[in-house]
């Protein structure tokens, strides 16, 4: 009660001072107003008659003018001073914590005069005790544009843009507030304040980040794990329960393409086409140059009986690797389908395996040419003028069993034939040789292996995909010519050439290889230990390293140890690696 008396009594002496000080300028106004017009009369008598009509106008305007100004002037003090008082009214309600009943008069203020920033920076203060921190920071940043060394106006945007989270822009308005006023406490602690709570943030986000990324990671781990699993299940031939591994390894890190490659195999085989076509569209999302994936994605089109994509996708597979048998096969099978391939004779002429001469093949196919790479042979139209063609009827040969006697039977027939219609000349007919040919092909053996193929080691070139790698390494019939392949490939390449699709069967079969063959041959095997500890998914196999494996390990370390070629703590860390 004694505070609201003691307001209430203050305010009343103010209100009659007010009164007071506009009574005061009126009077004075009015005795100005009198000494000027006494002025102007008494300069009208001493200055001569006008005698222009145009001067006595221009005497008439300067007054006016002059008297404008004095009433513009006196209007702008009464405001300025209505002002005033809004403030201290504005001022008494804040010393008692009446915010919301500050906020008025300093408006108040602000309309009567515009030009003053400390109305603006008391009424942020107000704001801010109020949490309408949006509304100080305006009203700190008009402050500061009448008056741009208001340091109470940097300091309190500084604090409206802490709580509006613009922890950098307070931070700045701090660091200009302490520039102004290098000795201000106030200023330091809430300097010291804020870069406490943005080093505390930054620390807090850091530790989100590493605890992502950890998680990322463990469960990038237990995807493998999972695959691995899904792996043994494929040797075995359990499609579904492979299924499901592999199904949560995709969902535990979804962006290794192995995993559903390997799923789209398993729908294969359990005649779910679609399934197999949509993994191998996110495989190739992953990996472009995914041969595997164009590859399966053809086989699921074939039996869905779209034989346009399929052969697309085949011969992009081509592209990729022209070396590969099993993907020419089916390119002919399908071309044969489509209409592609001619079925007029033919003339095959021995093809190297060169890559690059089988990519020159592709190149002229895709462009139009009559050429098709296949089986190891180009393949085009005969061409031969008239005159070397045989005007010979063609002769049958009727063979009923794979019978030496048969055969030979056969062929005395067309010989004698031959001999009855005049023939002096052996190479007037063309098919002569081709006769002898196979007679004395069939002499050399009664019995041919159609599945046997003869491969030539030597002719082999280094792999640089793991597919190219697995279907050469398939197709050697003995440790041999494992170990004459392995002897053309740099160990410290199998991170580029496998990199996230070495299987275990592989890795079991190239560890046998080094430990047998190599060590044999006394051959370095370190830079193949070195380059298989690089590849991404080593970790994991070596998890599920099998006794056998782990024994192969022990005896090429123990191999190494008696190599003077390779630095000991090179060694030792390789070691710690493989058996920890």
Request: aromatic share 10%.
């Amino acid at each position: 009660m004694d505070v609201r008396k003691k307001v209430k009594d203050n305010v009343e002496n103010i209100q009659s001072m007010y009164r007071e000080v506009i009574n005061w300028e009126k009077e004075m106004k009015r005795k100005e107003n009198c000494l000027l017009q006494s002025k102007v009369v008494h300069n009208e008598k001493e200055v001569p008659p006008v005698r222009t009509k145009l001067r006595k106008e221009n005497t008439d305007l300067s007054n006016e003018k002059i008297v404008n100004a004095f009433n513009k002037n006196t209007i702008d003090k009464e405001k300025r001073e209505e002002s005033l008082f809004e403030k201290e009214l504005g001022n008494e309600f804040v010393k008692q914590q009446k915010w919301l009943e500050a906020i008025p008069h300093y408006t108040n203020a602000i309309n009567c005069f515009s030009k003053d920033a400390t109305f603006y920076c008391n009424r942020a203060y107000c704001f801010l005790q109020t949490a309408k921190y949006k509304e100080a920071e305006t009203d700190c940043t008009t402050a500061l544009q009448i008056d741009p060394q208001y340091v109470k106006a940097y300091h309190r945007r500084a604090l409206a843009l802490k709580e509006l989270n613009q922890l950098k822009e307070a931070h700045e308005n701090l660091i200009k507030a302490l520039e102004l006023e290098p000795n201000n406490t106030r200023i330091k602690q809430d300097k010291f304040k804020l870069e406490k709570v943005m080093t505390d943030r930054v620390s807090s986000k850091m530790t989100l980040e590493t605890k992502s990324e950890a998680i990322k990671e463990s469960n990038k781990n237990l995807a493998y794990v999972k695959k691995e699993k899904g792996n043994i299940y494929v040797k075995k031939k359990e499609w579904a329960v492979a299924i499901e591994y592999y199904t949560e390894a995709c969902k535990l890190y979804p962006d290794d393409p192995s995993f559903y490659l390997n799923r789209a195999l398993c729908f294969l085989k359990t005649n779910e086409p679609r399934k197999t076509i949509l993994d191998c569209i996110r495989v190739l999302e992953l990996d472009s140059n995914n041969i595997k994936a164009y590859y399966r994605r053809a086989l699921a089109n074939e039996s869905l009986g779209n034989y346009s994509k399929a052969h697309d996708d085949f011969l992009m597979a081509f592209k990729l690797d022209p070396t590969d048998q099993i993907i020419q096969e089916n390119l002919i099978k399908i071309e044969k389908n489509l209409g592609i391939l001619p079925e007029e004779n033919v003339n095959k002429k021995s093809l190297s395996n060169n890559t690059s001469a089988n990519l020159n093949t592709f190149n002229k196919r895709i462009t139009g040419e009559k050429f098709l790479a296949v089986g190891g042979y180009f393949v085009e139209p005969l061409k031969k003028s008239a005159h070397q063609l045989s005007k010979k009827p063609l002769q049958t040969i009727k063979i009923s069993d794979k019978n030496e006697n048969t055969l030979k039977s056969a062929l005395e027939e067309l010989n004698v034939s031959d001999k009855k219609s005049g023939s002096t000349k052996e190479n007037a007919d063309p098919n002569k040789s081709f006769v002898k040919s196979v007679q004395m092909n069939f002499s050399e053996s009664s019995s041919i292996d159609e599945n046997y193929i003869e491969i030539d080691v030597d002719s082999l070139l280094p792999p640089k995909t793991s597919m190219q790698f697995v279907s050469t390494w398939n197709k050697l019939t003995n440790s041999k010519m494992r170990y004459q392949y392995l002897k053309k490939i740099d160990g410290k390449n199998f991170p580029s050439i496998f990199k996230e699709a070495l299987e275990s069967y592989i890795f079991s079969e190239i560890l046998e290889i080094l430990s047998s063959e190599f060590i044999k041959a006394g051959e370095s095997v370190y830079k193949y230990l070195y380059g298989f500890s690089k590849v991404k998914r080593i970790s994991a196999l070596l998890l599920f390293a099998t006794e056998e494996d782990n024994a192969y390990i022990k005896t090429l370390f123990n191999y190494m140890n008696h190599s003077n070629d390779i630095p000991q703590n090179e060694l030792a860390s390789l070691r710690s690696f493989y058996l920890p």
